[in-house]
T-cell receptor
Framework: DSGVTQTPKHLITATGQRVTLRCSPRSGDLSVYWYQQSLDQGLQFLIQYYNGEERAKGNILERFSAQQFPDLHSELNLSSLELGDSALYFCASSVEATVETQYFGPGTRLLVL | AQKITQTQPGMFVQEKEAVTLDCTYDTSDPSYGLFWYKQPSSGEMIFLIYQGSYDQQNATEGRYSLNFQKARKSANLVISASQLGDSAMYFC????????????????FGKGTKLSVKP
């Protein structure tokens, strides 16, 4: 158990819908990262927050957004969902935002029908 | 550009034998970290081992060791005494301190190697 929690574990929804994925980092970790894992794209970095502020953006679509709250939990919002958004979404956390180990949550498996 | 290359899509190893999973990386940043993660069929990503670019010695964690050859830009994972539970996808990843258009501190992953341990 990495100490990072993610809910829900599984999510099935329809095209055009909006979903929210939730992540609680390890105790003491200030930095949260979101990654997407799909068969065709592999593991890709989406976005990073550090202590409530957006720190870096990767290959995140405009339909996707995220935030980190004062208690340091983070939410990833996916809207106008398409079939191609079906993937495993990981949250990871680390103490700071430097070259250090990131610990991953169990992931949320999203299926868009 | 920063890149991780894993050239072995799949590998087989006999139980109790050692196996090496290859990883090469590309970066111009002198400060970076190299990581290996294990992803079993259940899906979670499990951190295995870390090597910093300035570390003088190869990292070891139990049955896992990282064969770090800086000049060749390789960071191969060695698993000794393979167990059936080692069957999984293994990902090599890198973080650099270099700031490319705002990206900083995120992991760059290879495509992974699927390891199958035979009894």
């Amino acid at each position: 158990d990495s100490g990072v929690t993610q809910t829900p574990k599984h999510l099935i929804t329809a095209t055009g819908q909006r979903v929210t994925l939730r992540c609680s980092p390890r105790s003491g970790d200030l930095s949260v990262y979101w990654y997407q894992q799909s068969l065709d794209q592999g593991l890709q970095f989406l976005i990073q927050y550090y202590n409530g502020e957006e720190r870096a953006k990767g290959n995140i679509l405009e339909r996707f957004s995220a935030q980190q709250f004062p208690d340091l939990h983070s939410e990833l919002n996916l809207s106008s969902l398409e079939l191609g958004d079906s993937a495993l979404y990981f949250c990871a956390s680390s103490v700071e935002a430097t070259v250090e180990t990131q610990y991953f949550g169990p992931g949320t498996r999203l299926l868009v029908l | 550009a920063q890149k991780i290359t894993q050239t072995q899509p799949g590998m087989f190893v006999q139980e109790k034998e050692a196996v090496t999973l290859d990883c090469t990386y590309d970066t111009s940043d002198p400060s970076y970290g190299l990581f290996w993660y294990k992803q079993p069929s259940s899906g979670e990503m499990i951190f295995l081992i870390y090597q910093g670019s300035y570390d003088q010695q190869n990292a070891t964690e139990g049955r896992y060791s990282l064969n770090f050859q800086k000049a060749r830009k390789s960071a191969n994972l060695v698993i000794s005494a393979s167990q059936l539970g080692d069957s999984a996808m293994y990902f090599c990843a890198m973080i650099t301190k270099q700031d490319y258009g705002g990206s900083q501190g995120n992991l760059i992953f290879g495509k992974g190697t699927k390891l199958s341990v035979k009894p």
